[in-house]
């Protein structure tokens, strides 16, 4: 029998969407999350699990819209990890793009860098999970959804992306989708060919011009 080699998803997302919270719930682990207007993630953070006896690492990452780094940083430790990912042999098979449906903050600038980070080719591995259901009435949740994916995300499923709702705590159908991601063809984002395959610095992907961050980010290294 062959032992598949462990699978890797990513959890990107605005500050304080509850991706931390998610990889703790799923994996076991106890990363420290936010408690108030302060982003707490600041470091690429990664939590070894199980799902269905396929080993997993779930990668945690710093939010954008970060309180306490700018915007070029944080795509900057993306950028760099997912890089030495790939260079190093190993694909991603999910990501989960978290976004609080209470939050009305549609994260336009957020959608536009995922967009650029993954491609079009890697739409289909991108899972858009809305959170903090608890926090907001079925009616509104359901018709920010709606808009959400009519206006924001409309691109992005046209390309094969998934929505999909996430309890806190995750329930078993959300735990039993994870172990179906692990499972998915693995996918190469345009950010790990750019930097990798294309030698350009994180700064000079597409995802860094949507950010609008490059000169800034780019003179400062
Ligand atoms: N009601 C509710 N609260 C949640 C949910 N997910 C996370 N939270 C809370 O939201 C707050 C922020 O969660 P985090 O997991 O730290 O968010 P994050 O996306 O990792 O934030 P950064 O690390 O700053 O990028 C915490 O107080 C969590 O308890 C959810 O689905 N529902
Ligand atoms: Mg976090």
Sequence with gaps: MTLRSDALIAVIGPTGAGKTTLVNRMSGVNFKIGYGLQSETQQIQTAKCTLDGQRVHLIDTPGFDNTEMADGDVLYLIGTYLADIYRSGRQLTGILYLHSINSNQAGIQNIRILEKLCGDNAMASVTICTTMWNNVSEH?????????AA????NMISKG???RRVLDPPTEEDMAYAT??????????????EIVDEGKSVFNTKAAWALGCRGDAFWRR
């Design 140 to 148: 509104v949740g359901a018709e920010r959804e709606q808009e959400l």
């Design 151 to 154: 206006r924001l995300w409309n």
């Design 161 to 163: 992306a998934t929505i």
């Design 180 to 193: 179906k991601l692990c499972l998915r063809k693995p996918v190469t984002l345009d950010i790990q060919r």
